[in-house]
């Protein structure tokens, strides 16, 4: 028997609801072909981090890590991090939009949340952010408490009790874009606690950007440096004391079988030279500089940490001799200028160019006392607790609690009291978030 001749199937014929079923389908004929699905959330969060890799890439002209890591992949990271420090962390992009604010989660438990809140758009959080930023840092009121309210409502509340709470969340990286990056996060308010009153915190330029390996920071070597005099720049003069307390904290009060090694660098002996003598001679796990650094509009070349003998760029950081670079990098005396996106780009990726895992800076130039109230009490806690941002979290617990206070002239930390020089402000109420929410951890919280 021959083969049956080919003939097209006859068409079906299709009365005025069928037809409809198919417009309403997405489909103008019989004959259309369906669409090829649009992207899906994990390819759009992948977008998102590698938009931002290429803009700090720009940024600092080189070459980043590369983003690999989707959203499943980010949970399974969070969950490996919950297990091996016994905190439950959560990543959360705030990513201004001209006409809405666009909030995405990730949770150790995988889930992926998106909210758009479209009663947000540009203008009208920069506005806001504007009012915070500024008013945040008058140390005789409270007026900012409005801003940092509204703040709360649209970035944290709408993910708040279904999400963050649900999955027992209490560390927060944030990854914030560009509008929302010079915000001190830990002094948003719900009306009646602070934002650090329930997560501790750190800033990311973008998840697959830190490091995520963890290590206990209970002993290692730190080096200690910085200046009290300053050739055309205000003097420091609580600097030495604050180095003192750094190396007793981490040396003397510990007992001898967990005590850090550490040198110091004061004055005319923290030049360039001796800086990257020290750090080719020896791995140091931290280190800190109780100096004047700036993070400045424009390139990273316009950014400075300022040692005796000259100005180190903050680009240079990343050419010093490092034998190893540092667990972390703190800079206890730096401003940064707000509103700027070179300056808070250099800001936010602090840790990168330094080839820090994490770093500790400030958004303003907090004065004398509480830097050195909040710096002395964050390394007494850090070897204490898991990770740097809890340490953080619990000096600046003690200041806004009143338990790190100055009373008759002297400090009262919670370990120890010591006495206060005439030349810095005895009068200061260490409990307003001029004086402890500038201070953020940078990169990695582990």
């Known amino acids: 028997m021959s083969p049956a001749p080919n003939r097209s199937p006859k068409r079906p014929i299709l009365g005025r609801l069928g037809l409809l079923a198919l417009l309403l389908a997405g489909l103008s ?5 369906a669409q090829t699905p649009g992207p899906t959330l994990s390819d759009k969060v992948l977008a998102m981090e590698r938009g931002l890799e290429a803009e700090f890439e720009t940024y600092f002209g080189e070459d980043l890590a590369d ?49 758009d809140l479209y009663d947000v758009p540009l203008s009208r959080l920069s506005e806001t952010v504007r009012t915070y930023q500024r008013q945040i840092k008058l140390p005789g009121n409270r007026t900012y408490r409005a801003s940092a309210r509204r703040l709360h409502e649209w970035i944290i509340e709408p993910l708040e009790d279904e999400f963050l709470e649900a999955a027992g969340v209490d560390l927060l990286l944030l990854c914030l874009g560009d509008g929302a990056r010079g915000l001190p996060m830990a002094a948003l308010f719900d009306g009646e606690q602070y934002l650090v009153e329930k997560y501790s915190l750190a800033q990311i330029p973008a998840f697959n950007l830190i490091k995520t390996d963890y290590r206990e920071l209970q002993q290692g070597q730190i080096l200690a440096m910085g200046s009290a005099e300053f050739e055309n720049q205000m003097p420091l003069p609580a600097v030495p004391i604050e180095l003192n307390n750094i190396l007793w904290e981490l040396q003397f009060a510990r007992d001898e079988s967990a005590a850090w090694g550490g040198q110091s660098l004061l004055n005319q002996t923290f030049t360039l030279r001796n800086f990257n003598t020290m750090l080719a001679d020896q791995t140091f796990d931290i280190v800190h500089l109780a100096t ?31 034998n190893q ?4 990098l703190v800079l206890s005396a730096c401003r ?11 800001f936010a990726g602090l840790a990168l160019q330094s080839g820090a895992k994490s770093a500790v800076a400030s958004f303003w130039n907090v004065n004398d006392i509480g830097t050195m109230a909040l710096m ?33 002239s002297e400090l009262q930390l919670s370990s120890r009291t010591l006495p206060l020089p005439e030349t810095v402000d005895t009068a200061a109420d260490l409990s307003h978030p001029y004086y402890w929410a500038g201070f953020t951890v940078i990169g990695s919280p582990w």
């Open 336 to 346: 940064t200028a707000v509103g700027h996106t070179g300056a808070e780009l250099g």
């Open 376 to 408: 002395s009490e964050f390394y007494h806690q850090l070897p204490e607790l898991p990770t740097k941002s809890e340490a953080l979290r619990a000096a600046q617990l003690g200041m806004l609690k009143g338990e790190i206070a100055v009373e008759d």
């Open 292 to 322: 004047h650094a700036a993070f400045n509009p424009g390139t990273p070349e316009s950014s400075y940490l300022q040692l005796w003998d000259t100005q180190l760029q903050m680009n240079e950081l990343g050419s010093l001799n490092w």
């Open 67 to 115: 983003v690999d890591q989707a959203p499943a992949e980010i949970g399974q990271t969070l969950a490996r991090l919950q297990q091996e420090t016994g905190t439950t962390p959560a990543v959360l992009w705030v990513m201004p939009k001209d006409d809405h604010l666009h909030l995405v989660l990730i949770t150790p438990d995988g889930a992926t949340v998106v909210r």
């Open 29 to 33: 004929t019989p004959h259309a072909v």
């Open 325 to 328: 670079p540092p667990e972390l």
